[in-house]
């Protein structure tokens, strides 16, 4: 059983981590095969799968208004898991600037599988974010490369595997991580860095490779372990206020000899 | 005197490196300070200032049709300079595309001061590259905190001195650099990452702090030989072609079992 | 009031850190000016203000026996903190072994200020560690450049000062940090990478410049606080065993047509 | 047929790089399948192919007075190539300290194989620089994951293979790359971060994995042809006078006001 370790208790108040699933939830109802893996979306999968871990949970979908991401749904969000697929360009881009302020004020952000193509996950990382791909259902094998990261706590192994899984391959046009923690193996021969970090204005995001709509990825309680590690990961740091605003010298500016 | 060595010979051609240099060319004209330090444009200065380093330099400028960036131009452009200020939201998103789209398949972008608030630049970086200014034309010390890199080539010093500057200062929103090659100290108590170099697709971008139009930044020898040396390491590697297209496997998938 | 906040709750079992300060406890005794400041030495100081932080903290010295840090202290131990500064040389290289090693298992550490120079922090970096340094007292600046990194947590601003402290300034011969987190200023020009955080094997190291012994910096609450985020930060992550044993092949290894 | 570009011109000197190429040379004397390989030694092997590039090539080897690397040998040395194995105990530790001084002062090192755990790699990384390894003579298909990056130049592709290859494996104990150019995919289901660049003191150094002594991978022009990018990148950027000498203040100290 995979076990979760409070480190810090003196002066604490207890505040559990809000998160939102968001999924765009159009494929699970336009493909037979992933509306059987997924009978109640990708996000219930989801937040089924991580209620062991006490996050205050609450999910949003394209179709809803404002795809269900208003602002106060967000300004309560510590940390958004994103899933879509087929319809990014339906994604308004008011909601994507608004989610991309929230991330550069610290909230965090978690973007699996095919969001990459996010508008959001393409805005923040400022490349295509291109891919090879390829639905072939083989096994991914997915190695830890920073042990002693965060988002690699509790796996047990050097690797773990995702038995059925849509290949994914590099080049994947992204910046170089602040931090790769996986990098995965697929049998046709390629590899992917499928677990990345990034420190983005006062937020922080993750990308994480599995999840194609038709493979049962998200039961997966290896796959479940990564996302809560990365959501715990992700919260906001609160280091300070909105830190664009004084320009005024803090040192002396005494003499004009220069 | 600085020098250029040349460590390659043998199986060579000869290829200059194209070098274009935009310039929003709009405040030496309605600034008189910046008309008096500037009189032929700040894209003048750098061309005459680069010129011993033996490249071939073009300029363009903002009102210019397409902003001088053609098709035709980009397609000849190994390094892209850019130095904006005024009128960064001028500048057309069908020419900001251009750019975005040659640097992703290996132009190289070196950015200039104010050129942090460029639509390209924020494109590129996806965060919004705010910062602390303050234009009081005190000093600015730049440190070398990366002496092996390529960009510090030929300073001769651990630091370097930009006798009048306006100064930039931390937290500069932008992602943190894939090499941090220079930090600049103010006077005032700031402190800057002020040389910061990016791999982007096949591209790279580097950031140079220095340059403020009022001042004569531009003449600095040692500012002209950081370009130079920035224009060198950005020049398009020529890795392969356009990686995005195949995504048949190129091991066997021999046996279903998984 | 610095507050610190527990994000997880369900399923956890309650755990300390386990702090281990170490101190070299000499110029305290050799220094008047240090004795006043520090008169139970820096290790007691440092202990004094991390107590609020609710770690379980031991202290250790050089002059006793394995410097105190026998193998059933190390066991113990989740972070070390290491404070060294006339007497590097005495620290006998199987202790610095067996640190080095726990560290490759998992344990944290945070070197502070002059143990830049210890034989354990250069052993890690693989650099000499040679920095620039001059005892004037002066304040430094410390300003933040990673505001979404857990180690820049609750600092409440976009800097602190450091009332007097010994400036250290670049070149700072480190390897670039996995993560740069402070940088500070000098009144006398100085720039330095005062908080760098790297991961080295399954373990976590974080440099913190601050702290000269004959400064109250750690009474200093913002330091106090830096260090104790590090401390949480750098804590063991279990990602798994001993990673180093199996090399048989984990998927088939079908046909020899290769 | 791969070519080599010169893209510097103007006020240069010609001065050719100058490699010393260093192998243990023991292995292909006693085991027989490697000295039909390399019947005049690994280090010859990777002379021969690196001929059409220019540089000025020597080598050394273990059983050399001073293993070849006397102090005129390295004062000569642009970039030093390193290939052990067997031995890497009887590399004397003066003649590391030696290697890792001019490392610190500029000198590139280029790390190939086996030569992860030789005692100046692993000094230079501060890490145990362990991994997985398997001779099983399968091919490795080594993908490009820096495509803009100097060392990936001229590949000609998205990835080249290796036909026959000691499989190496993740986890490498090594300090995350400062440039991540290479992933490798084997076919027992391993990844491996196959090119590895690191900035270290005033020098650089590149670890790049192919190289197994029974396997002819030092005539495979993709290998050649990515050692010599590496050797260029790694050579000796004249960044300025050794740094660590002056601390006396840069800028005024006056008023005692803090």
Redesign the interface.
């Known amino acids: 059983m995979l ?15 809000n998160v939102t699933i968001w999924n765009e939830f159009r494929v699970e109802k336009t493909n037979p095969e992933a509306g059987r893996v997924y009978p109640k979306g990708i996000h219930t999968a989801l937040s089924d799968g991580l209620q ?3 996050f205050r949970i609450q999910t949003a979908t394209l179709d809803q208004p404002e795809h269900g991401l208003t602002a106060e749904v967000l300004d309560r969000t ?1 940390v958004l898991i994103w899933w879509g697929h087929l319809a990014h360009e339906e994604v308004s881009d008011s909601i994507v600037n608004r989610i991309y302020e929230k991330v ?1 004020q ?1 909230m965090g952000l978690i973007v699996l599988h095919s969001g990459h193509y996010s508008k959001i996950f393409r ?6 974010c ?5 639905e ?4 991914e ?1 997915i ?8 988002i ?8 773990f595997v995702v ?2 899984e849509e ?1 994914y ?5 992204i ?2 991580p ?3 923690i996986f ?3 697929f ?5 992917f ?1 499928s677990g990345c970090a ?7 995001v993750f990308y994480f490779q599995p999840g194609h709509e038709t493979f049962p990825t998200y039961y997966n309680k290896y796959v479940l372990h990564v996302i809560a590690n990365a959501v ?1 990961w992700a ?7 909105e ?2 605003a ?10 004009t ?2």
Chains 1, 2, 3, 4 share one sequence.
């Open positions: 076990k979760v370790q409070i480190r810090d208790h003196a002066m604490f108040e207890w505040k559990p981590i062991p871990y006490g510590d550069r610290g805005k923040l990382m400022g490349t295509s291109t891919l090879k791909w390829r072939d259902g083989k096994r094998r190695w830890v490369v920073s042990p002693g990261h965060p690699a706590e509790g796996i047990g192994s050097e690797y038995q059925k290949m391959g590099e080049f994947f046009d910046p170089a602040d931090e790769l990098i995965g193996w049998k046709g021969g390629e590899v860095r990034y420190y983005r204005g006062m937020g922080k715990k919260v906001p740091t609160t280091s300070g206020t830190p664009y004084d320009n005024r010298h803090v040192e002396p500016l005494e003499n000899d220069c």
